[in-house]
Structure formats: C-alpha cells, structure tokens
C-alpha cells in the first residue's frame, strides 16, 4: 500500500477517511447521535438522582396538630343555698327499709317552669327506679336532692342530684341541671344548652381530653342529650361539662368534669345557650326571688316557762317526734305547739336546716329538742365509716351554726342501722333514737289516718314517729295533743323522755 493511503493523525479511530465524502458524512451523524445519546443519558440519571431520597434525607417538618380547646377539671363547686332567699323547699320521704324514699326537691314561689322541668325529672327518675326495683329485696332506695350551681343576673341554675341501689355491689348516681330565666318564667334543660352539632363536637373535645389523661372507655363519648345533662355555666364565658360516675368512664374514676374554652363555648351553644352563657359572664348580681304574699299570721301563744323535766318514771310521758324537716309547714305546726303549750323533738335534715336556719333558732328558742337526721337522708347502713361520719358532722355544724345549740340525738333515716353505724354512733357518744308508734303519715297523707295510729298505738314511754313535712300531720296534730291528753298523757321532748345518761350508739325504740 502506497504511505498516502494511510489514515491521517488526529481522526478518531475507524473513523472514515476523508478522501472519501460520503463516508466522512456518515461519520459526522455517528458522532452526533452519540453526543445526542450520551446527554440524555445525563439528563436521565440527574432525574432520576434527584426523585430518589439521599441515604440521609433531610427531615420534614410535620404540620402542627391543632390543640384541644378542653380540659379536664375538677367539677365546679356549688352555691351556698342559703345565698337565695325564698325558696321554696320541698322534702318527701318514706320510712320503709325494703323501699326507702328520699326525694327534696326546689321551687320558685309563683314561678312554675322550674318546679315543672324538676317533676319531669322526678317522676323519670322514680319510674327507672321502680322498673329495676326487686319488690322482696331490702336495701332498696332512692334519694333526690338539689344544689345552686349559678345565681347571677336574673338567672338561677339549679343541679338535681339522684342515687338509686336495687341491688348489686353499686347504686346509680345521676344529675340533672336546670336554668330559669325568672322574667321570661322559662326553665331549660342543660342539654339545651347544646345545638345537635355542637354536642357532637363537645363529646370528641372531652373524648380527647379525658384520653390525654388515661381515662375514658376507649370508644367515642357518645353525643346524646343524655350524655349533657349537666352542663354548668361559668363566670368567664366557658362551659364545664360534668359527668356522673360510669358515664363516660369506669366507676371506679368517680366524676368527672371537662371545661370548654370559653370560645369553643361559643361555638357549640345554642341560641338559648348563648343568651344564659352570656348573663352568667356579665357580673351582674342576681335579681332575687320575692317571697309569696304574705299571709296575715296567728300570733302564737308565748311557750311555757322552763319548768324542771317531768318525771316519767311516774307519769304517763309520751314524746311527739318529727323527722325531715324544717320545711314549709313547720312554722305552722310550731304555732300549734305554742298554742298548745307542747314540747316535741324535730329530727333536722342538714340540707333543709341550711335552706331554712331560722325555723331552727325557732324551735330551739320555743323549748323543743333538736336532733340528726343525716345531711342528705342516704341509708347509713350502705355507707362506709367516713361517709357516715361526713352525713352526721355536716348536720351537727349546720344545726349548731343555726341555733348555737348542737345536737346530740340520732334518728337513722328508715331506721336502718348496721355495726358500722353503732360503731360511728359509739365513737361520737350519740345515741341512736328510733320509735315504737309509726304513724305512716308519710304513706297515708291522710289527717284522719294519722290520727287514728297515733293513739292506737299510744302507751306511756312511747315514741311516735310523724313528719313535718305534710299538711296532712300538721292538720292532724290538734286534735292529736287533745285526746292524748284526754287520755292521761304528758307530752315531753325526747331527752325528758328517756333521760340524761344515754349509751352512744344504743337504740332507743322507748322508754
């Protein structure tokens, strides 16, 4: 081969030879599809780098999770009773150990809404209880009572509180909260507080607030009226949603309260809601309650003179007792006393002696003896030793902080006793008053009736039991004195009856 046939310098390898043109064409494209190749090949791996995540990815900020405008709280403290003026106080009880009844309940002279919505809630209440009831069980019972919860503005709120045992190791606790608007003579349930909507969203904020404390039964709080029954209204525009013991966790937690944000509260009150919520937070003091029209009162007989106690080891003493009150019409039932020149023994209720101290300085002022008969009227022998002792305290306080005397006397409520009410009784030095005539006053409600027991039952050291609770004894009570007399009896107080040197924790049925 000739040396001008060899490849010139600087081509690339196999590359064509320019002496030959259309094979230098050929190479030009080679070359450019090449390049064309090669840089799509970049494009494609820095694609393909850049979706892949590093060995090291940096990390991602995660949104913040919106905070719950709720919390949980203690439940809100209740009003002292005394606070409103007026009202009117109603106490019914039974004295039946198999069915034992206690059911006090409020009202607003000449306003009609509250003590409707309350009766509403009675009569469900007592048809549940009467549902579940086992009619040869002992131990059954079923006890109402109430407390303020708000009193601002021209607003009362009033709480029901309810316990009923119909066997079992537990009785049932429920509430109920009620708020009258007193101009409007309107009375709302606390469920009505809440739109539909607005309770659905209050039962996932407590849902979530209880969870962050442990508590709950692990499923969604349930968003029916039920659930809402006691919703209390604060100073501050918030809400506190308070549930009874087993509501929306176990028992054994006890009660529970969540409190809303004072704007989360707004967001989930209904019309009527917004209206209350707001005279709750507007610091205006409460209007007040009239009392009812008076009634020109009997001037009573000035009550005797102290004489020395009667000796009943030789007259015919008989003693007149009177349990659950005061109430509305114990202030009769002392100017019939008075008239008639008659000491009897009042066993006080401590929640009815708060709502009415001054009956109490009365009947102590007037010569009667004052006894315990519990602050809420339970069956002490359901209780333990500490709730026995706080139900009999309280209404030792409450009876001295009215009358400057303290009482000494316990009548069990229903009669019902155990060894851990004797021991309770020995450990305070009380005694234990119990009755032999049981009038039944409580069940008849009949004046006649009333009688009629009293005095067949009558015999000297007799203790007779009534209440003064019902019209129906205090109509009685008259005629009962007269023929008492008439038969040869002197009436005397408890402590004239049985004497100073009683055994605490004894029962007393007579003398």
Known sequence: MSPHASPSRGLPSGGPSPAHPRSRAVWVVAVVVSLLVAAA??????????????????????????????????????????????????????????????????????????????????????????????????????????????????????????????????????????????????????????????RKQSAEWAGAALAAEGLGF????????????????????AATLVFSPGLVSARADGELAVRLEPDATRSVLSAVGKQLAEVAASGAPFIGIAPPPAEEPPVPAQPPASPDAPDCSVLRCIALTFDDGPGKYTSQLLDTLAEKQVRATFFLVGRSVQANPDLVRREVAEGHAVGNHTWSHPDLSKLGTDQISQELQSTADAVEAASGVRPTLVRPPYGATSDTVT??????NEPAILWDVDTEDWKNKDSAMTSERALAGARPGAILLMHDIHASTVSAVPGIVDSLRAAGYTLVTVPDLLGPDLVGGHKYFNR
């Open 41 to 198: 090949g970049v494009t494609f791996y820095l694609t393909r780098a850049s979706a892949q995540p590093s060995a090291q990815p940096s990390p991602t900020p995660s949104p913040t999770a919106t905070p719950v405008p709720a919390e949980r709280v203690d439940p809100p403290a209740v009003l002292d009773p005394t606070s409103v003026e007026n009202l009117e106080i109603h106490q019914e009880s039974t004295a039946d150990t198999g069915d034992a009844r206690s059911v006090s309940t409020v009202a607003i002279p000449g306003e009609h809404s509250l003590a409707r919505a309350f009766g509403r809630f009675v009569d469900g209440t007592t048809q549940a209880y009467e549902s579940a009831i086992d009619p040869d069980a002992v131990g059954n019972e079923l006890n109402v009572g109430w407390d303020l919860v708000l009193a601002q503005g021209d607003v009362l709120g009033v709480h029901a509180s309810t316990y009923a045992f119909t066997g079992g190791a537990n009785g049932e606790v429920g509430s109920q909260t009620f708020y009258t608007d007193l101009p409007r003579a309107t009375t709302t349930w606390s469920s009505d507080l809440l739109t539909a909507d607005g």
């Open 218 to 237: 692990g499923e969604p709080v349930p968003s029916s009226e039920d659930t809402f029954r006691d919703v209390r209204l604060g100073p501050d525009g």
């Open 423 to 428: 021991s309770v009784l020995s450990q305070r």
